[in-house]
């Protein structure tokens, strides 16, 4: 299965990576695209860290599996920051 | 999008093409010149047009795209131009007019090329960011903290969706979409406790900026060498503005509060002589007539600087931004001057409609210039003390 991601910034720094057993599969920075193969049973951690600059920001990623898979509903991140503010987040998942 | 980049490009361009041609043209064109001057800017205008903060740099270092104008009456008219890319690269355009008092608009570029007191200018932009990953036990640590919260949560809004009589439409908690940041400032004792230890793992989590900006100005002067004859030359002269800038970010797990910044500024510059008034007789006729003019060619100068600024906001409960200290060290190595700032903000400003801003705009500024020549000059001469009042002071605008 793919695993097919896309992020874009305004205003912010973004670096999305996905790693598994601390090994590092993808890593897309502030406008980027990827893609990635994905395995049953393998647990992935999914991470983003974000950082805006002086006037605030907003950043977006968006991931999906193709085939469609439960483990994996489609992923749609929208959020604004304020200036100088940060956003981290992580999940862990498996399909 | 991509008609946007391919117009300002071309505008870019024929900004660009119009400066060399103007350096080639000679003094045969007294027409076209005349022409030139008679869309010159006020004097006070291009005195205005030598200030250094007049070539800037990229104003918002952030952006990801950027098409923008701003106009202040009086003040300046800009247009720019800030994109960046993938690996951190961001590089911007910019055409910039300071423009006289009276003035309505701004016209940075006509059919004879660039304006008097027009900047145009180039930056670019390299962040170094490179956080350490959570690792899988910290991810797993903070996924638990998030399902529980999460559980807890959507629990509350179902109970508050069956008491509730209308059907108002209730979010629910995602898990996936969920920040730390959001966990964190709404979350109970233990969640915070966990999250800061999951956060203080993650180092390298403050970016680095190297910055190169550069840009041409040009600046008209009409003025007279000939005390009897009075005659009037029109000059134009381009002077670049190079600045260069190292800026090292720090933040505590929420936000960036301050940075370390060295900067190195290359410029030249054109001063007018002091404007003069002649009263002579006209003729024999018995009348007099008066002409104001800059006696003397302009005053060429460079400027070397280095500079090194530490800014540090300090907040509040609610995240309030309460204080914070800009100071810095500037040696002018043409001037061979040394400028100590260190400027204390601690009042909040306001927007047009009278609601206060979070950013603090002014405050104290204490000062000392010295020269580095001989002995320093003495605290009494030396020293400054300002109240300012500024642009709102930004943790990341150096």
């Not at chain 2, 590089?91 to 006289?100: E, H, L, M, R, T």
């Not at chain 2, 400027?303 to 530490?310: G, I, R, S």
């Not at chain 2, 405050?363 to 000059?377: A, F, P």
Request: charged residues 20%.
């Amino acid at each position: 299965m793919k695993l097919k991601t896309e992020t874009s910034v305004n205003g912010c720094h973004l670096v999305v990576t996905i790693t598994t057993n601390g090994a590092l599969l993808q890593r897309l920075r502030d406008n980027g695209q990827g893609e990635i193969n994905v395995l049953q049973g393998v647990s992935y951690v999914y991470q983003w860290h974000a950082i805006a600059g002086g006037g605030g920001g907003h950043y977006d990623i968006e991931s999906s599996v193709d085939p469609e898979n439960a483990g994996f509903p489609p992923l749609k991140v929208n959020k604004d920051l304020a200036a100088g503010e940060r956003a981290d987040g992580v999940f862990i998942f498996s399909l | 999008m991509k008609r946007k980049i391919f117009v300002l490009s071309l505008l870019l361009i024929s900004v660009v093409s119009s400066i060399g041609q103007e350096t080639k043209k000679g003094k045969g064109k007294k027409a076209k010149k005349e022409n030139k001057e008679k869309n010159a800017v006020s004097v006070e205008s291009k005195r205005a047009a030598f200030s250094p903060g007049g070539s800037g740099g990229i104003t918002n270092m952030l952006s990801n795209f950027n098409l923008s104008s701003t106009y202040s009456e009086g003040a300046n008219g800009r247009i720019e131009l800030v994109h960046s890319g993938k690996d951190y690269f961001t590089w911007s355009g910019f055409v910039d007019q300071k423009i006289g008092k009276n003035s309505k608009e701004a016209t940075p570029i006509d059919l004879n090329g660039v304006s008097p007191g027009t900047t145009v200018g180039f930056g670019i932009q390299r962040c170094f960011w490179n956080p350490n990953l959570f690792s899988d036990a910290d991810a797993i640590a903070i996924v638990k903290v998030k399902r529980d919260y999460a559980e807890k949560k959507n629990k509350q809004l179902k109970n508050k969706k069956h008491d509730s009589c209308c059907c108002e439409k209730i979010e629910y908690i995602d898990t996936l979409t969920l920040t730390i940041q959001e966990l964190f400032s709404d979350g109970d004792d233990d969640d915070k406790k966990a999250i800061l230890q999951a956060l203080s793992k993650v180092s390298k989590r403050n970016p680095w900026y190297i910055s190169l900006t550069g840009s041409f100005t040009k600046t008209s002067f009409s003025y007279a060498t000939d005390s009897v004859a009075l005659a009037e030359i029109k000059q134009s002269f381009i002077t670049p503005t190079i600045n260069a800038s190292l800026t090292k970010t720090f933040g505590n797990p929420f936000k960036l509060t301050g940075y370390l910044s060295f900067k190195y500024t290359y410029s030249q510059s054109y001063s007018a002589a002091d404007d003069v008034n002649f009263t002579m007789p006209f003729g024999t006729t018995g009348n007099f007539f008066g002409k104001t003019l800059s006696f003397g060619k302009p005053e060429k100068s460079t400027t070397n600087n280095v500079a090194v600024e530490y800014r540090q906001n300090f907040y509040g409960a609610k995240d309030k931004n309460i204080f914070a200290i800009a100071p810095s060290v500037t040696l002018a190595i043409d001037r061979k001057l040394l400028n100590f700032q260190v400027p204390f903000y601690f009042i909040q400003g306001r927007d047009d409609k009278g609601k206060l801003l979070n950013n603090l705009q002014s405050g104290v500024r204490l000062g000392y210039v010295t020269t580095t020549e001989g002995s320093w000059t003495s605290f009494k001469d030396g020293f400054t003390a300002q109240l300012v009042i500024s642009e709102p002071l930004s943790a990341l605008m150096p």
